[in-house]
């Protein structure tokens, strides 16, 4: 039987009010199986950056259900819903978020501080997922002092120190040029195999939407359709 992780049911997600209201996503039903690596697709404005904050758990839909392992998160407190995100997701971003007079090992470790781990055990996972993305040897360099693909791998690592369940990825190649993605793409691919993590990418490039294992179309914030 197919494992799912994430499973959402008759989303909506409104903005505003009376004469105001704005309706971002409207009935959106689907699910996504332990491993799968899926790409929500759309133009600007579609309604899906809106739709992966809300899988991710950084806001609260107006309607619907969202469910994490079979968990309906809707009853689940802030500090619950602030912890399963910290434990079960990993992010990565079109802009890197980093503390650039901050060490790249610092950066990395920053989930896990939060997560009030102990200190030696937050530097050795964080020099293990800095030797997985190749940057071991740039643990005490300033952020500020990488170039743009590696910041990104930067964040892939910072992703990886919780050995989440999911990582999200909303246009994760924007910032980068072309040989640079795909370095990037090919890691978070190599990830989602070797180590069996569900990829959920945000994307408008129909090319790297095709790498993934379905795609979920969203238009005018409806669910328009899933591929395969």
């Known amino acids: 039987m197919t494992e799912k992780v994430l499973e959402v049911k008759n989303l909506d997600k409104s903005y505003g009010k009376g004469a105001s209201l704005f309706q971002a996503l409207k009935d959106i039903t689907f699910s996504i199986t332990k491993g799968e690596s899926v790409a929500i ?129 909303d246009e994760p190649t924007g910032n980068l040029d072309t040989t640079t993605g795909e370095t990037i793409i090919k890691l978070l691919f190599s990830l989602n195999k070797t180590k069996g993590i569900t990829l959920i990418i945000v994307t408008h490039d129909p090319d790297l939407a095709a790498m993934c294992d379905r795609q979920v179309y969203i238009k005018d914030g409806k669910l328009e359709r899933i591929t395969p």
């Open 41 to 169: 697709v759309g133009k600007s404005g579609s309604g899906k950056s809106t739709l992966m904050h809300l899988l991710a758990l950084m806001d609260k839909p107006t309607a619907g259900s969202i469910a994490i392992d079979g968990e309906n998160v809707r009853s689940l407190s802030k500090q619950k819903l602030d912890l399963l995100r910290n434990r079960k997701f990993g992010f990565v971003f079109q802009q890197f978020f980093l503390n650039g007079s901050s060490s790249v090992l610092e950066n990395v470790i920053l989930p896990l501080k939060i997560a009030g781990t102990e200190n030696f055990e937050r530097n050795n996972r964080g020099l293990e997922v800095l030797k997985a993305v190749e940057l071991e040897d740039k643990a005490k360099s300033k952020a500020n002092n990488l170039s743009g693909g590696q910041k990104q791998r930067v964040v892939i690592a910072r992703a990886l120190i919780n050995n989440p369940q999911i990582i999200f990825a």
